[in-house]
């Protein structure tokens, strides 16, 4: 288990935070649970409809945030005085007007991307003053840039994975003849052997179903001759394993091995172009160009990566659009793929985190296409 994340750790954060608002013209900031949520208090809020927000205004005077919380959680939350405050609403109050409350009086207010339209709407009729822009829009990511203990934690979670990726690869896990939903079940146990504290997901897919990039394993038999794509990760002291690596139930056809190699050809050119200060779309074109001119242009029908840390998919993107430069403390997947309709697909996926030097693989299994 995890230990508790201190206060100080929580007020630096929070000043981090702050600071990113102040930069983008922001008087406030409303979270409504989720893992920003638990990142700037350390509380982890039930992801009900009954609402717990975090609400952050930025004022001359300094105004400590308040996390406001149902009635009925408030036993669970820890008290921190020089963090946050706290306030409560019950199943007979309107929780969005002790959020209104809370908020400024006036200005933009940045608002989590997933906060509920229900309360949204609710605040935008309440208090119609109020400029509300989603968190992606204004500051990005809040979580984005990992500090030093952060990139370790991916990295141990990257090696946990990893030791399953092996099993598959060492023949340990048997795959013909069984269902995918057999093989994912098993893959997941495997997951928690290894370490992990929890299963995100699984992905097997099979034969044609590869070419499926998020199929869902179902009752088909894996067969033999025929590709087999695995895509798991799980969660190990907060943070998440994220990898892909494809095997081959028998000699691989010519075909497909020159395939696969464009795919390692364009993943590595990402590794190395996942540089501190450059863009990210040049990390996506990287992989993206070598796949072109290997002809398989139209069958990469994704994004090269996105942001990882205590969820699966988070800040920043990896895509041809977003210009916004690769930072020191940037973690993220790199995973292009190549998939042909009703034939096969492959994937290649291991998380990086970026130092000053570059990307630091989080994943180091075998990278090549395995024969099992
Ligand atoms: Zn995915
Ligand atoms: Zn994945
Ligand atoms: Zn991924």
Redesign the pocket.
Known sequence: MRPPVTDEALTRRWHQVRQRLADADAAGILIGGGADLEYLTGYEAMPLERITAFVGRLSASEVLPTLIVPELEAARVRRRPSVYGVATWDDTTDPVSTIASALPQRGRVVVSDDLWALHVLGLMHQRPELDLVPASKAVGGLRSIKSQEERDALAAAGSLADKVAAQIQHRDLPLVGRTEAEVAAEVADRLIEAGHETVEFVIVASGPNSASPHHHPGPRAIERDEMVMF?F?GSFGGFCS???RCVYTGPVPQDVRDAYTVLTEAQEAAVQAAKPGRPLAEVDLAARRIIGAAGFGDYFIHRT??G?GAE??EHPYVTELNSEPVQIGHAF?I?PGIYLPDRWGMRL?D?VVIEADGARRCNNSNRSLVEV
Do not use: F, M, Q
């Open positions: 895509d990760g994220d990898t892909t990566g996105h990882i699966v998919h997947s995973e996926e998380i």
